[in-house]
């Protein structure tokens, strides 16, 4: 990094009071101290009012009868009730596939996309900046372009019967049972490209000495990936795993907006119940039993991650 | 060289070359990808060009027969979103305007400050009031949600006494200010971990001088950080940009009717259960809707690309 250094106004050296001294050090903890209240207050404290609201009986109105662990007994119940399936249990199904979905095709296309990326091709310049650009669009309008183009009527399903192939079908987008499918395939389309930068990254974070040595002992190019790449970039498949599987818990907006505001919750994640039961079913203490839930998978995700990642920084 | 700098740096060439099918191979395969990660926003556009009727009876990959722009023009100023009085989408994007511009700037500005602070004039326990801002990235807004409604609820309630007192509510409870709230609080977390990563890498010495001379807190940040922070300041406001023009969940939770940001509006345009549905309106609604963040990463994808990663892999 080359580093300007703008001329400074010569202060004439004075010797310093013990009094400008000690507000000098209060300056900067005076300056962090409104975001990180900020923080404590509406992150921090927020969550605990959560987590208080789930061991209440609020329902419309926030209440302060509490009644113990009864929403997460409730909760755990329905996680078992399949038939006819409850909207949690439905929820729970849901982000399995979904998550499921999300995280190996993210990591296997984003791989695939990085690996042929970085074979000396030309147009490089043109082709990664495609790979990227769904990242730059809200889920709600990939929603509303994988709706259409997914669509039977008008979509996908017409394209294809107007082209000869007439007894092709595909209406999963309006097909309850099919609709979480289509919610996966926008999401892959979204995020893979974000997967592709970071194994780019990787990749090319490789030491070039080793493939050399590599190539020189005969190794295919297969092998190569598959016995030194792969392994070195161990890493970033962790990184993918938690970016991913944090998004996928946390995806709402396209739900709502591939399925068209979810009907008959047949798209059901825990975003759109914790939403749904708060706000619509006024069952508020419910819904912020699913949020707890939600908060503490996340942490259980994100928090050793995060603290390995501060911790190596500063070895 | 960053993470982000090894993804838009030109490959290294460490591959002897590939046989020409390999070659192929590999150019169909990334001209497929390519395709296939253009086609949904292809037909999106075509189809927003397109009177309803060859929408919904031709083929949604065939060029416009008849091109028009009618379809444009209805979304912008005269298309019905769900119940409201306000046509188009044009007054939401204004909204959107005006959440987007202060929660950009608040947001980057007290990012930088925190970064300074957490880098420059550490304190016994910098690294967890670091921590536990960074982890605030990664929280799902379900878990803060409902104590949210409760506090914006109080503050309109503030508002609506002011008005009785004074004629004015200061901005309490004016959906606007709120969503500058939430997206402020929720954002520092990320601007914060961008400047602070950064000014990490900043040379200690020259702030350990400027003090020598006798330059203050703010004297040694506004004459020798900022000027030296352009890179990181472009991929802050880009990636804060982006993040809060394509909210959806704030947006559609704490802003009713007119005063939605685009999002919202756009997927009550599109999910609305009254009369036909303008397939072509919706496309090019949808495209407005994309237009800004689109035309951020077209101009400036390095520095998106730097965001991206900066907000996965730490460093």
């Keep these: 990094m080359s580093v300007t250094i703008a001329p400074i106004a010569v202060a004439e050296r004075r010797p310093r009071t013990t009094l400008r001294e000690r507000i000098q050090e209060f300056v900067p903890k005076l300056v962090l101290a409104p975001s990180f209240l900020l923080v404590l207050i509406f992150v921090y404290g927020f969550n605990l009012w959560t987590v208080f609201l789930s061991f209440t009986n609020s329902r419309a109105f926030t209440s302060f009868t509490l009644v113990g662990l009864a929403n997460y007994e409730k909760l755990w119940t329905w996680t078992f009730e399949s038939d006819p399936p409850s909207s949690w249990y439905t929820a729970i199904v849901n982000i399995g596939i979904f998550g499921g979905l999300y995280i190996v095709f993210c990591l296997a296309l984003g791989l695939t996309l990085a690996i042929l990326l970085d074979q000396k091709i030309r147009g490089e310049g043109i082709l990664r900046p495609i790979y990227l650009y769904p990242l730059a669009l809200s889920f709600i309008v990939t929603g509303t372009a994988w709706k259409l183009f997914l669509d039977p009527g008008i979509g996908l399903e017409k394209a294809v019967h107007d082209f000869g192939w007439t007894s092709f079908k595909f209406d999963w987008v309006v097909n309850p049972r099919m609709m979480i499918y289509c919610v996966a395939i926008a999401g892959i389309w979204q995020t893979s490209g974000f997967v592709m930068a970071m194994f780019l990254a990787g990749l090319r974070g490789v030491d070039g000495e080793i493939l050399k040595a590599a190539q020189i002992d005969g190794a295919s190019s297969y092998a190569t990936y598959r016995r030194i790449v792969i392994p070195i970039m161990r890493p970033v498949f962790l990184s993918a795993i938690i970016v991913l599987a944090h998004m996928a818990i946390k995806s709402y907006d396209l739900v709502l907006s591939v399925t068209g505001k979810n009907p008959g919750g047949a798209a059901e994640l825990p975003s759109t119940f914790m939403y749904s039961y708060t706000f619509t079913r006024n069952q508020m203490a419910v819904g912020s039993t699913s949020a707890v839930i939600m908060l503490m998978t996340i942490a259980a995700i994100m928090v050793p991650y995060l603290y390995s990642e501060l911790r190596e920084k500063h070895r | ?315």
């Design chain 2, 1 to 315: 060289m960053s993470a982000a700098d090894l993804v838009t740096a030109p490959p290294r060439r460490f591959h002897s070359g590939h046989s020409v099918i390999t070659r192929v191979v590999i150019y169909g395969m990334l001209l497929f990808f390519a395709i296939i990660y253009l086609v949904p926003l292809l037909v999106m556009v075509m189809a927003s060009l397109k009177p309803l009727s060859e929408v919904t009876g031709g083929n949604m990959f065939a060029l416009p027969k008849s091109p028009t722009f009618a379809p444009w023009i209805r979304a912008w100023g005269e298309a019905a979103i769900g119940v409201s009085d306000t046509a188009g989408i044009s007054g939401y994007f204004m909204n959107s305007i005006k959440m987007v511009v202060p929660a950009v700037v608040i947001s980057t500005l007290l990012g930088a400050l925190n970064g300074y602070v957490l880098t420059k004039w550490r304190f016994a326990g910098h690294k967890l009031v670091f921590g536990m801002m960074l982890f605030a990235c990664f929280i799902p807004f379900q878990s803060v949600i409902i104590p949210m409604a409760v506090i914006l609820g109080l503050l309109g309630q503030i508002g609506n006494q002011l008005t009785d007192i004074t004629g004015f509510a200061f901005g309490f409870g004016n959906p606007t200010v709120n969503l500058v709230l939430c997206h402020v609080v929720y954002g520092l977390g990320f601007t914060t971990l961008f400047f602070r990563n950064y000014y990490e890498a900043f040379p200690t010495e020259l702030v350990k001088a400027a003090m020598i001379d006798g330059a203050g807190f703010f004297q040694i940040f506004r004459r020798i950080l900022l000027p030296n922070s352009t890179p990181i300041i472009i991929v802050t406001v880009i990636y804060q940009f982006t993040n809060i023009w394509n909210d959806f969940l704030f947006g559609s939770t704490f802003a009713a009717g007119d005063q939605s940001p685009i999002t919202v509006a756009l997927n009550n345009l599109v999910n609305t259960s009254t009369g036909v549905v303008e397939y072509n309106v919706n496309m090019a609604a949808a495209i407005i809707a994309a237009a800004p963040t689109l035309f951020v990463y077209v101009v400036a994808g390095r520095y998106f690309v730097r965001g991206l990663m900066a907000g996965a892999v730490k460093g």
